[in-house]
């Protein structure tokens, strides 16, 4: 148990699809991220909420949509996406300034 | 733009000898500095970390080396255990703004 959890594990899509990839922390934190992860490259981030007020956004397409309805649960909506878009999603929590608390991922593969 | 370079992306050792870890970074207003071990489907997870105040930083079999004049960042990890294989990254941040990663390096060792 990581006290972050990600679902599903496992995603295959087609470009038109439309899925969405859910968050949950247990650890009382205030802050949350998305980040994704390119088969030999640095971990990226994508965004960042802090008490529910998303705090970045760092140049992410529209074809991502994320959601935070309250400081425990985090979404990451996908529409309409691209083969490039294949990677692991880890969502983390923090408080502070605490190190990130990694979920275990969803492995995404569009098609 | 990538900030933090983890220049071998492999390393392989073999049991109870000393594994070490090179990071090199850009950005001569990081302020602290971590490493995170990533099994296989699993996240990342916090290692230990150091404050650019520091020049080392030790933890049981893991110790952090940070050389500020020449933006280098090491790891050692001694003595090495089967349980240490692993993916490493190196992740550095200025005034606990977010964090930017090395693209990792993959640890084996051999028993």
């Known amino acids: 148990e990581t006290g972050v959890t990600q679902t599903p594990r496992h995603l295959v899509m087609g470009m038109t699809n439309k899925k969405s990839l859910k968050c949950e922390q247990h650890l009382g934190h205030n802050a949350m991220y998305w980040y994704k992860q390119s088969a030999k490259k640095p971990l990226e981030l994508m965004f960042v909420?802090?008490?529910?007020?998303?705090?970045e956004n760092n140049s992410v397409p529209s074809r991502f949509s994320p959601e935070c309805p309250n400081s425990s649960h985090l979404f990451l909506h996908l529409h309409t996406l691209q083969p490039e878009d294949s990677a692991l999603y880890l969502c983390?929590?923090?408080?502070?300034?605490?190190?990130?608390?990694f979920g275990n991922g969803t492995r995404l593969t569009v098609t | 733009d990538q900030q933090v370079k983890q220049n071998s992306p492999s390393l392989s050792v073999q049991e109870g000898r000393i594994s070490i870890l090179n990071c090199d970074y850009t950005n001569s207003m990081f302020d602290y500095f971590l490493w995170y071990k990533k099994y296989p489907a699993e996240g990342p997870t916090f290692l230990i970390s150091i404050s650019s105040i520091k020049d080392k930083n030790e933890d049981g079999r893991f110790t952090v080396f940070l050389n500020k004049s020449a933006k280098h960042l090491s790891l050692h990890i001694v003595p090495s255990q089967p349980g240490d294989s692993a993916v490493y990254f190196c992740?550095?941040?200025?005034?606990?703004?977010?964090?930017?990663f090395g693209a990792g390096t993959t640890v084996t060792v051999r028993a």
């Open positions: 992740a550095a941040r200025v005034n606990d703004y977010k964090l930017s």
């Open positions: 983390a929590s923090r408080s502070g300034y605490s190190p990130l608390h």
């Open positions: 909420y802090n008490f529910k007020e998303q705090t």
